[in-house]
């Protein structure tokens, strides 16, 4: 019989994956996302410790990839030792390393769900078959997703003659989730559809996500884009160069608020005051259900180094760090922020694009 | 008899400044920007095309700062040859430098008109003598506009106890100038008056001129602040972190349109949204009382490379650059953005505040 795993990993024809396990393997292998686009480096994570550092530092981010990552490595505490004591254990140290994305808990609770009440012998191969599942699962949905996504995209109003021209934030894409992502899955399906698009990547301070592997995943797709300053949002959707804005979340309450990568919400606004439609892609493990408002959705506060300096390759070819304000300047370094539902056009998920809580709410069949 | 110059130099106490002509010297020093905040180099320029370079490749940059240079490279272009010949294309070469302030292209008509119905040699010292009250009333401008500030800052409703938060964005200082600077003569009059403020400063990619100007002025001056990157504003703000945003400009026309750094109407959008008053600190050479709105500004677009890359200090202490995207990466460079006046909360020029154009016409006893 297929491997059912490779079988729908093929679903994604990506050059590259930001997530790997080897048929049978007890451990996986992850693109050391720190090294884009300078060099692709698979970085292989064979225990849990090396899971949770690998998730807390970011050598792989985004809210569906740390889920998978999360699921696996608990699937390694287990080979190690599968006692309740330990799976507790695992579950909290996993947890504790990002706070914002829901995704990361949903993941570690349903593979701690499906081992629970097995015999200690049976729960690491559940576990690796559940996580196995997850990013089978997330590849699935980002599916999905690109086609309600792309759907939408053949409808979008045209400012001018030529590509249809997306704004995105950060990195939603295929190296955030286990294949396809979620803001680049319209993109990418509309690209290998033969429908021009054209992507606006904003850099993303202080990490540069966008420059780094946004940039990168359009490169090894062909797909045509150019890179801005985060501040030039305004601008360029003023200028009537945007169609529309798609960007990605760490989690969306039940009202339709939206927690994504700093500035989201500044770009949902010039969005707003431009007549710009702009949709969040999600697949549905980034609902948190139990929360009412995104007032409630901790913001991660990262060190104030990522903000004082910028890394990137250096005139030499090697990694380099620059600092970019004096020594001991004060700095604050908010990952995260949240934008409100009224400047939601809509959610892509999975089930179709939502408009509003309710209809939400109703994707899902949960009680509004 | 005293200096007439040195003697308004002294109106601003500061310990560096961003232009100094000394005594009866026939070429100024300005401050190498480029180099701030790691070294503090004074450069000379003696004649106009290197005063056209130093506009030009921003080694000084704000709209009254290269005004003022500009005036000065006229002088020292008619050092040279007063003939009218000469005179015109000097003037040409200037202008050409920086598009978008409109305090270049007023300098240099002043200079022009002070000496064009003289004779030869009389020129040359009569434009020496018109860019050093250039330079004299820059300074007494923004001590105006500083005092105007300074009122409204003691009436700003405070979101919390503590200092007064003011975010700014750029660099509208001092180095913007000939001294006080503009969006920080309030703060740096509010601070010596022992009013509390604490200033929240942008980095201002991609030159990066929040993190390596307006930090440094702050340090210079023992202003409390804080470094956060561009996408943070929206965050800050519904936070309740900002009380009051006050900016610069390189141009504003007469419906109060504002044209500055790229970025400044993503944070005019983020204030209105979260009810923060927008100012805007202006001299009056900044005004284009020929443009009826802020469409007809040309926007500065600049080289890829400095989205490209960032520059800083290496851990080496040299000066480094590192590349942040894949060579050959698309990039945009618009260096400015226009802020519509329904966002603006006030301009805050050296005669008062305007609430709107007709404020700002009668503030001048223009026609509305």
Redesign the interface.
């Given at each position: 019989m297929a491997d059912p795993l490779r079988l729908n990993l093929d679903l994604d024809p990506a050059p590259y994956r930001a997530l790997h396990r080897p048929t049978g393997a007890r451990f996986v292998e992850v693109l050391d996302q720190r090294a884009l686009?300078?060099a692709q480096i698979m970085v292989k994570l064979a225990d849990a410790d090396t899971a949770a550092l690998a998730i807390g530092s970011m050598w792989v981010r985004g809210a569906p990839l740390i889920g998978a990552v999360g699921a696996y490595g608990l699937a390694m505490a287990l080979d190690l030792d599968p006692s309740d004591a330990a799976l507790a254990s695992a579950h909290a140290a996993l947890d504790a390393t990002r706070p914002t994305a829901v995704n990361l808990r949903w993941a570690l609770d349903r593979v701690r769900r499906a081992v629970a009440s097995l015999p200690a012998s049976e729960r690491a191969d559940a576990a690796w078959r559940e996580a196995d599942a997850i990013v089978v699962e997330d590849i699935e949905i980002n599916h999905s997703i690109g086609q309600h996504g792309l759907q939408l995209l053949r409808e979008i109003p045209r400012r001018r003659s030529g590509p249809i021209n997306v704004m995105t934030h950060c990195n939603a894409g295929a190296l955030a989730t286990c294949g396809w992502g979620t803001a680049t899955a319209p993109l990418f399906l509309a690209h290998a559809d033969g429908l021009p698009i054209h992507v606006f990547v904003?850099?993303?301070?202080?990490r540069?996500q966008g420059?780094?592997l946004t940039?990168?995943e359009m490169?090894q797709r062909g797909v045509p884009?150019?890179?801005?300053?985060?501040?030039?949002?305004?601008?360029?959707m003023?200028r009537g160069d945007i169609d529309v804005v798609i960007v990605g979340t760490d989690r969306v309450a039940c009202n339709g608020d939206v927690c994504n990568?700093?500035?989201t919400?500044?770009k949902a606004?010039?969005a707003r005051?431009n007549d710009v439609p702009f949709y969040v892609a999600l697949p549905s493990p980034t609902i948190d259900w139990s929360l009412a408002s995104g007032d409630g959705i901790p913001?991660e506060s990262r060190s104030a180094d990522e903000?004082?300096?910028?890394?990137?390759?250096?005139?030499n070819g090697n990694t380099?760090?620059?600092?970019?304000?004096?020594a001991g300047?004060?700095?604050?370094?908010?990952a995260f922020?949240?934008t409100p539902a009224r400047l939601v056009s809509g959610l892509i998920t999975e089930r179709g694009v939502a408009r509003d809580a309710q209809s939400l709410s109703a994707l899902f069949a949960r009680a509004a």
């Open positions: 686009p300078h904003s850099e993303t301070r202080p540069l420059a780094n940039v990168w490169n884009h150019t890179l801005f300053v985060d501040s030039a949002s305004g601008l360029l003023r990568k700093i500035g919400y500044d606004l010039a005051d913001i903000v004082l300096t910028a890394v990137g390759r250096d005139e380099g760090k620059v600092a970019i304000a004096p300047t004060r700095a604050v370094n908010y922020d949240v």
